[in-house]
């Protein structure tokens, strides 16, 4: 295609390659976008669901009312801001104020999260949090690193730990503060408490939602692509010059596979199936002229969504689409919109364990030495990722690709490591 990038494998250029790739999520369109764009690679993709979008799709209740149930938002979180602009080209972004804000206790008041100084005086633990702090600040040690409540404990004090984060942590991620790494924390900057709050949900951009949901994404994206809906995947095979996929609509063969299936399940869960944490929602309208079902923060911008930490309640999060879809003018709503919880679920593949990085890097050594298949995206590369995050993964790809397929195996783990990112990217 016009001002492709032909990248040389042997005697092949990418321009010339056929790709497979598997899977029409966000990271499945965004690799088949890239390579048609970038590469000049000619693309099918193979998807078992009979529409794009994998956990990305705007969907609708039985009388219509719109929702999300994986991301709600656009932001850069931690990916690059390469996004924004990428994802104007198919979508009107419209800037949303998204706040966040966190009921510790079932009798307490709202507060924002990440808390600050000035909110946490209204709870009634509020001076004996405020005691710890400034116990913390006169010690001037660093935090503790000898586990994540150590850290916790050291950075926030006892009282906000127990409330904020041990509750949680067992309910969601099934381990104990003593059980979590230091840096678990450190990573995701836990210890994060303002003197008075900021509000908005920390991020390095503004928060965005696509005018009339995320579906249209997705047509746009793949405009011009070979998919094929329905299809399921069986096997992924390589001889080393072509790759195989059984499907059951049939085979097809490719120069290149990229896979955003799960890695255990397409190299047959040989070291194990990998563990992940998730879950399930469920869903009630709320009329348009309700007041905010979640409270308001202290500048009366309403909550878009409201974390419940304790350990009795399975509900950690509560997400008010009113305000994601509309603004935070409950005026602005033309209807009714959607009260959304999250239940924990562990059957649903969500979020990768920081304790299967071992069994998952068993995985990656193997799946380099299929030369020309190549893992990509949340499952594929057993990382949670946004939307910026996962852009920037299948950039990464694109530019490594010609080194990649001819690279020996050690060398492929490094880029692809690489191309996974960590928790910063």
């Known amino acids: 295609m016009p001002g492709a990038r032909a990248a040389a494998i042997g005697s092949l250029t990418i321009a010339a390659m056929r790709v497979l790739v598997v899977g029409a999520g966000f990271a499945g369109c965004c690799a088949a976008l890239l390579l048609r764009e970038s590469l000049g690679a000619d693309v099918i993709v193979l998807e078992r669901a009979h529409v794009p979008g994998g956990m990305l799709r705007t969907l609708h209740t039985a009388d219509g009312v719109p929702y999300e149930y994986g991301p709600r938002v656009v932001s850069v979180f931690r990916g690059t801001p390469d996004v924004l602009p990428f994802l104007r080209r198919y979508l009107d972004l419209q800037e949303r104020r998204i ?44 935090p503790g690193e000898r586990d994540l409540r150590d850290y916790l404990e050291t950075s926030v004090g006892p009282t906000l730990t127990e409330l904020a984060f041990e509750g949680f942590n067992r309910k969601f991620w099934g381990r104990r503060l003593e059980d979590m790494p230091a840096e678990w924390g450190k990573l995701r900057r836990l210890e994060r408490i303002a003197r008075t709050g900021r509000y908005r949900l920390p991020s390095e951009a503004a928060h965005y939602y696509p005018a009339g949901g995320f579906n249209g994404l997705f047509d746009r994206m793949l405009a011009g692509v070979d998919v094929r809906y329905g299809v399921t995947v069986r096997r992924i095979e390589s001889d080393g010059r072509r790759a195989s996929v059984a499907t059951d609509a049939g085979a097809f063969a490719a120069d290149l596979v990229v896979s955003t299936a799960p890695i255990d399940a397409q190299l ?21 002229d309700a007041e905010p079902p979640l409270g308001t923060a202290p500048d009366g911008v309403p909550f878009a969504w409201l974390y419940t930490p304790w350990a009795d309640t399975p509900v950690c999060r509560t997400t008010d689409f009113g305000v994601i879809h509309h603004g935070p003018r409950a005026a602005d709503r033309p209807g009714p919109t959607v009260l959304l919880r999250e239940i924990v679920d562990d059957s649903v593949a969500m979020y990768p364990v920081w304790w299967e990085d071992a069994k998952f890097l068993r995985y990656l050594d193997d799946a380099v030495r299929l030369a020309n298949v190549i893992p990509l995206g949340r499952l594929g ?16 790809l694109a530019d490594s690709l010609g080194e990649y397929l001819s690279a020996a195996p050690a060398r492929r783990v490094e880029l692809l490591r690489g191309v996974r990112g960590d928790w910063g990217n």
């Open 99 to 142: 706040y966040q804000g966190t009921r510790l206790r079932p009798g307490y008041p709202v507060i924002p999260f990440p808390v600050d100084i000035e909110s946490l005086r209204a709870l009634p633990c509020g001076a004996q949090v405020e005691r710890e702090l400034a116990a913390i600040r006169e010690r001037g040690a660093p």
């Open 268 to 288: 047959d869960h040989r070291h194990g199936a990998l563990e992940w944490r998730g879950y399930r929602v469920e869903v009630d309208v709320v009329g348009r």
């Open 381 to 396: 590369l057993y990382k949670y990722t946004t939307m910026d995050s996962t852009y920037a993964m299948v950039r990464r």
